[in-house]
């Protein structure tokens, strides 16, 4: 699957495009097939997302994954600092970032 | 410390406006990123993996404590309680809103600090030996001068739009603290034999994917001739670079292209010309600088005895606590490498412990050295005993300083958008294998330093032992390498041939420093060893 990621304008925080909206957690991110460029296009002219792309990831049992590493940290966050990840209570979340 | 005269406040109060308008701007729509880019760039605004990055000058690595106060400030204000020491004596705060960005700058004014110029293509933050003005070994305190070349390199409309980044360093000892040939324009301040003071000139050099060490242009260049000769060399690049390929548009590239001699005899030719326009400074104006490095008012007949008699105190004096030009002083590192922790990370609470020791023990003075640890330059002996028990309360006083788990990591793949790799947690493992005191110790001084990619801010290729993470794809790998240094012998350090994963990695550092044990010699550190040997001996134990 094909997804949209880029960061907040305002506060530069990590968001995904849930065909919709943007929200901050990657298991909301939509499948945005062929369209992904055109989306960004009109969502960049909105003024909300800064530095969108397009990116492969796949569905699991446990949500949407990035393909890449880089990508996965970002919906996630430091994977040193799991006090201030999106899951800093869950002690197995760095796992699925490897 | 220098201080702002109303001319600096006006200049750095004026452009925290110009920042509020244009964040205000792109905020509206009325600027799109490609051109507000730039623009936040110059002001050390980056946009990283998880949020704004802001990267805060600190020039040549001096700060007091009210600016330090003032970052544990911003740390808990405007970020998450914390911020990172890198390896150009800046802080960078890494969960930064755009919105707060121009108040963030307008807080760090009113304390005389400022984040221009800490990126984007201009003459970045002026580093210097951060032994600076203690240490016995300096002709004489480097940093007026480089405060002068802040001064004249600030805001310069010729300097202003360069082909690349630009990095100036300044020493003035034998003892190189600084990596100053690593830079594009390295200076050691030193003394004719006629007891005048100049400087050896060193352009040409810097790390990245394509690294050169700087090579010697100047053996004395007379100290008020340093600007119209610093113009000659931007002129040069300017003229020639090649500003159509990222790839090749830093200074040492175009050293490299046109060859040492030739650029040497542009550069001269230019010098000679700007030279005639008088623009360099008066006595008298670095007199006025130099009066703000004046030496605090050091007592005497103080007692050089430090009382030894709590273990774990002598620990630390023995491998933190450096020699002082004055009677009765010491230089205090701090590491900031805690075994379990992150290189360079400091919270506010620590931040404000750390001020609080510079105001009561060390002249209000803080330095920030690009080994991303901190240092108390003035201490009496008198009061280590007291700093220590401050920082072990602090979780400040591991003793670690220039051992294997004093290691320079850049923040890498957990931040950094440029990163292939993650740096931080290879270097925890690291530090976590050899965590034993005494096993460090044995070791002896080993600088282990690893980047998350080419770019190489961790200075792997300065590293006695470097590491380079790379994406192989689509997973992480790290290359070794052997031999580099940034002291006064400046060499380049070696790939020693395939790559590791995460694990694999320690393993062959483990394997490399067990065979530094078993070969070396009475007195010999890991990198004299390697240099006696070579790289062979190490590889077959490395790779079997």
Redesign the interface.
């Known amino acids: 699957m094909k997804i949209i990621t880029g960061n907040d304008l305002k506060t530069g925080a990590v968001i995904w495009w849930t065909g919709q909206d943007w929200s901050i957690h990657v298991e909301d991110a939509a499948d945005v097939g062929d369209h992904g460029e055109q989306i960004l296009a009109v969502e960049d002219a909105a003024l909300r997302v800064n530095g969108g792309y397009v990116i492969d990831a796949e569905r699991t049992a446990e949500g949407v994954r990035p393909a890449h590493i880089k990508d996965r940290i970002r919906a996630l966050g430091p994977t040193v600092r799991p006090d201030l990840t999106l899951k800093p209570a869950d002690p197995n979340a760095g796992n699925w970032v490897i | 410390m220098y201080r702002y005269d109303k001319y600096d406040q006006a200049m750095v109060d004026a452009r925290v406006e110009d920042f509020r308008d244009q964040t205000r701007r792109?905020?509206?729509?009325q600027m799109t990123?490609d051109q507000f880019k730039p623009l936040r760039l110059k002001n050390g605004l980056y946009?990283?993996?998880?949020?704004?990055m802001l990267r805060v000058a600190i020039p040549y690595g001096t700060l007091n404590s009210t600016q330090m106060r003032k970052l544990a400030h911003i740390a808990r204000t405007y970020d998450?309680g914390y911020g990172h020491f890198t390896t150009r004596q800046n802080i960078q705060y890494n969960?930064?809103?755009?919105?707060q960005a121009p108040d963030i700058l307008a807080e760090l004014a009113t304390v005389e600090m400022h984040a221009i110029q800490t990126s984007g293509e201009s003459i970045r933050n002026v580093s210097a030996d951060h032994y600076a003005g203690a240490t016995a070994d300096e002709v004489i305190d480097p940093r007026p001068w480089a405060e002068m070349l802040r001064q004249m390199t600030t805001f310069m409309p010729e300097f202003s739009y360069l082909p690349r980044k630009f990095k100036i360093a300044v020493i003035a000892a034998e003892e190189d603290r600084a990596a100053m040939r690593w830079h594009d324009f390295g200076l050691r301040i030193v003394k004719n034999d006629a007891g005048e003071i100049g400087f050896e000139v060193y352009p040409g050099g810097g790390m990245g994917r394509t690294p050169f060490i700087a090579y010697k242009a100047r053996d004395f260049l007379p100290q008020h001739q340093i600007f119209s000769y610093l113009q000659a060399v931007l002129r040069v690049w300017n003229r020639h670079a090649r500003r159509d390929n990222i790839h090749k548009q830093r200074m040492k590239i175009l050293v490299h292209e046109l060859g040492e001699e030739e650029f040497t005899r542009q550069v001269e030719e230019a010098f000679q010309h700007i030279l005639k326009l008088g623009s360099d400074f008066p006595q008298a104006e670095y007199d006025r600088i130099a009066a703000y490095f004046a030496p605090p008012p050091f007592e005497t007949r103080l007692s050089d005895e430090i009382d030894r008699s709590d273990p774990d105190f002598a620990v630390w004096v023995d491998q933190n606590v450096a020699a002082h030009k004055a009677p009765g002083y010491a230089i205090a590192n701090i590491s900031l490498k805690p075994i379990k922790g992150?290189g360079g990370d400091i919270t506010a609470e620590q931040m404000e412990v750390v001020a609080d020791l510079a105001e009561r023990y060390s002249f209000d003075e803080l330095r920030a050295a690009h080994t991303q640890n901190l240092v108390l330059p003035h201490v009496r002996k008198q009061d280590l005993y007291a700093v220590w028990q401050a920082l072990v309360e602090a979780g400040l006083a591991d003793a670690n300083l220039d051992l294997v788990t004093d290691i320079i990591a850049c923040p890498g793949?957990?931040?950094c958008?440029l990163?292939n790799a993650?740096s931080?947690?290879v270097a925890?493992k690291i530090a976590e294998r050899f965590a034993d005191e005494a096993r460090q110790k044995d070791i002896g001084e080993l600088k282990i330093k690893i980047s998350g990619c080419i770019n190489a801010c961790g200075h792997h290729h300065a590293g006695h032992i470097g590491i380079l993470g790379v994406d192989r794809k689509?997973?992480?790998n790290y290359q070794l390498l052997l031999g580099g240094s940034g002291d006064e012998n400046t060499t380049q350090a070696k790939i020693t041939g395939p790559g590791f994963d995460e694990d694999g990695i320690v393993d062959a550092v483990e394997r490399a420093v067990e065979h530094y044990r078993g070969i070396r010699e009475p007195g010999e550190r890991f990198l004299d060893t390697y240099r006696r040997v070579g790289m062979d001996g190490f590889k077959e134990a490395i790779y079997g």
Do not use: V
Not at chain 2, 47 to 52: G, I, R, S
Not at chain 2, 95 to 99: P, S, T, Y
């Open positions: 792109r905020i509206a729509g990123d946009l990283q993996l998880h949020a704004y998450r969960w930064i809103k755009l919105e992150i793949l957990d931040y958008s990163a993650r931080i947690p925890q689509g997973t992480e």
